[in-house]
T-cell receptor, first 114, second 112 residues
């Protein structure tokens, strides 16, 4: 049973560029959440997608956007990259209907902005 | 963004010792979760707590949901080298839907 799959695992981008990160949820899960984890800190909630709509959003600027597809997979897009966007981006999936707050996390995408 | 106050930030212990770490919040939480994160991996759920006062065990791990609903602790008994990693508490506020707020982590080192 595949868990949460994220791609790519590592990425290096230049300031001002745009990036797209991808996530496939665990089989049977229908909700995807994205978190940003800066070095030495805990994950910070970016947003959550359910039924192809953004349901909740954390304190992140509009440069951060996302999408969920009919197969429940999701993308995180970041425009106009800043050095401070360098972080581990984690995708977490869950089954919304049973209120399972024990998300299953992927291994993350390590984004480095230079 | 808001983060939970997690302590200690790091711990260096000998194999076989017990470990305790805790998290506090200024807000009321209705769910507390404890995760472990290994290098290059995402957090893995260890214990989930849903009721104030709840005490739950998972092998050598025991966690409690504080009765004030503003704190939680995690104990690890008889530590072993594979317990090394970063432990995070996470909570869900009553008004925050399903989003989780994380602590800053406790780095645990176990010397054999």
């Amino acid at each position: 049973d595949a868990g949460v799959t994220q791609s790519p695992t590592h990425l290096i981008k230049t300031r001002g560029q745009q990036v797209t990160l991808r996530c496939s949820p665990k089989s049977g899960h229908d909700t995807v959440s994205w978190y940003q984890q800066a070095l030495g800190q805990g994950p910070q909630f970016i947003f959550q997608y359910y039924e192809e709509e953004e349901r909740q959003r954390g304190n992140f600027p509009d440069r951060f956007s996302g999408h969920q597809f009919p197969n429940y997979s999701s993308e995180l897009n970041v425009n106009a990259l800043l050095l401070g966007d360098s972080a581990l981006y984690l995708c977490a999936s869950s089954l919304a209907l049973i209120g399972d707050y024990g998300y299953t996390f992927g291994s993350g995408t390590r984004l480095t902005v230079v | 963004g808001q983060q939970l106050n997690q302590s200690p930030q790091s711990m260096f212990i000998q194999e076989g010792e017990d470990v305790s770490m805790n998290c506090t919040s200024s807000s009321i939480f209705n769910t507390w979760l404890w995760y472990k994160q290994d290098p290059g991996e995402g957090p893995v759920l260890l214990i989930a707590l849903y009721k104030a006062g709840e005490l739950t065990s998972n092998g050598r791990l025991t966690a409690q949901f504080g009765i004030t609903r503003k704190d939680s602790f995690l104990n690890i008994s008889a530590s072993i080298p594979s317990d090394v990693g970063i432990y995070f508490c996470a909570g869900r506020e009553e008004t925050s839907g399903s989003r989780l707020t994380f602590g800053e982590g406790t780095q645990l080192t176990v010397n054999p």
